[in-house]
């Protein structure tokens, strides 16, 4: 069933169904697929506008298309891009972020929380 605010038959239904056949097909539970399905809908319906509440992730953020699986799988380092690391640095005014790299970046904002 598609995430609430997705009326049967729309576009987003149509997406979050093919979606979640996909992660089915990659050999992933039904409850895992549906999991993915719906964050993907929510987040391209934050995008587009057509939601109530975004997150600044939501928005801000590379699209689900445009990542294409950048941070996905499990090999390497998970987490917050450079990018989103920088921006959440910037909101907490840290000073001298732009000179950071992505590992000093995590360490000053996770210390400012």
């Known amino acids: 069933m598609p ?13 979050y169904e093919k979606i979640k056949q996909s992660v089915e097909d990659q050999g992933k ?27 600044k992730t939501s928005t801000d ?6 990542r294409g699986g950048e941070r996905s799988g499990t090999d390497g380092p998970k987490g917050r891009t450079r990018k989103q690391l920088y921006a959440e640095a910037k909101r907490q005014g840290v000073e001298g972020r732009s000179n950071m790299n992505k590992a000093q970046l995590q360490k000053a904002v996770d210390s400012g929380k």
Do not use: C, F, Y
């Open 3 to 15: 995430p609430n605010g997705v009326k049967p038959g729309t576009k987003r239904a149509r997406q």
């Open 61 to 66: 953020d590379k699209s689900s298309g445009e």
């Open 29 to 55: 539970s039904e409850s895992t697929a549906e999991e993915i399905a719906a964050r993907t809908v929510n987040k391209e319906r934050a995008r587009a506008g057509e939601s109530d509440e975004a997150s």
